[in-house]
């Protein structure tokens, strides 16, 4: 679902992958929409832990660690396994309104925890949204230019411009 959005996703290869035949679809979920909503719980949420991981792994203020793990080429290039917000915003944008509720509650989430690297409190709240909506901006606009001058300077630009409006060296 990250790697090619919502219309990768159909039943026949999700329950081949399963293993189970294509008529065993709706003994498991009621219709495609909800498949695709469960997914894309999973999606979110796997994948913030899996940044927070890294995150923890890296030396350094984390905030530092989330900006230059976020904004690099390799998590450009692997949005199978990167941030789900920058992957899925434009198919959930086009949703129903159970998918944007459930965005919305990720995007609430990753914006506290940004907001507590930043120290916490709701005066870190702005800057918190500011950063996040910079970041995943960036990558979404450096992923589809794909691996190119234009996509790393953009992946560099948005960087250092974070770093520089949090003050992080």
């Avoid at 203020?61 to 949005?79: E, G, K, M, N, T």
Wanted: proline content about 4%.
């Amino acid at each position: 679902m990250r790697a090619g959005g919502f219309a990768a996703v159909t039943v026949g290869p999700v329950m081949h992958a399963a293993g189970l035949t294509h008529g065993a679809f709706y003994a498991h979920f009621p219709s495609r929409a909800r498949l695709l909503l469960e997914g894309a719980a999973r999606a979110l949420s796997e994948a913030r832990a899996d940044l927070e991981k890294r995150v923890r792994k890296r030396r350094g203020p984390a905030i530092a660690a989330f900006v230059d793990a976020y904004l690099s080429p390799q998590h450009r290039d692997r949005p199978a396994d990167g941030c789900a917000l920058a992957a899925l915003a434009r198919d959930v944008g086009l949703g129903d309104g159970a998918l944007q509720r459930l965005f919305e509650h990720e995007y609430e989430s990753y914006a506290d925890w940004v907001a507590g690297m930043l120290g916490g409190g709701s005066a870190r709240r702005p800057q918190a949204v500011a950063t996040l909506c910079t970041l995943v901006g960036a990558l979404t606009i450096a992923r589809a230019l794909g691996p190119s001058r234009a996509s790393n300077e953009i992946l560099e630009l948005a960087r250092a411009s974070v770093r520089t409006t949090l003050d992080i060296a």
